[in-house]
């Protein structure tokens, strides 16, 4: 365990783990920042944020992060991420630190993106609908280690 951020060492991690936070931070691109550069070039982000879900029962969302909802280029390219994996509603969204994240994701995964985005992008202002189809995606056997597993196994997989 570390003792401080301090300790976190640069490029030294080859998946990074951050789910439901950077909806309660008044600037994400501070930590998006800082845990993309913990990331080793090649080495994954998954991250889980509810920019959309502001209620009053979660009043810690920041209403000012609404717009970074359904928008990935706002939020993770200028740190060097790309997605590269997505369920529907990006619960998660997995990224790639890349030195060229201007890249595009895979064609199956760019129609989950654009359409995750563009639903996501509704949320911003009529969460309704969003909420309804993912309280019934939420009923799935989902768990976040189950991504993270995906990701090791195919990391196991490449030749040394």
């Known amino acids: 365990m570390l003792a401080s951020v301090d300790d976190v060492e640069t490029g030294g991690y080859d998946v990074v783990i951050c789910l439901d936070v950077l909806e309660h931070v008044p600037d994400p691109h501070e930590p998006v920042a800082f845990l993309s550069r913990a990331l080793r070039l090649g080495g994954h982000l998954i991250v889980h944020a509810p920019f959309w879900y502001l209620r009053p029962a979660v009043s810690t969302h920041l209403r000012s992060n609404r717009k970074f909802s359904g928008n990935w280029k706002k939020l993770y390219r200028p740190h060097g991420l790309r997605p590269v994996s997505a369920e529907l509603f990006w619960n998660p969204l997995v990224l ?63 030749p040394s």
């Open 96 to 158: 790639e630190r890349t030195d060229e994240p201007s890249g595009s994701p895979s064609l199956t995964a760019e129609w989950r993106f654009w359409l995750g985005g563009a639903l996501l992008s509704v949320g911003r202002y009529w969460t309704t609908p969003h909420e309804l189809v993912q309280r019934a995606l939420s009923r799935r056997e989902w768990r976040p280690w189950n991504e993270l597993q995906t990701i090791l196994d195919k990391s196991d997989s490449k």
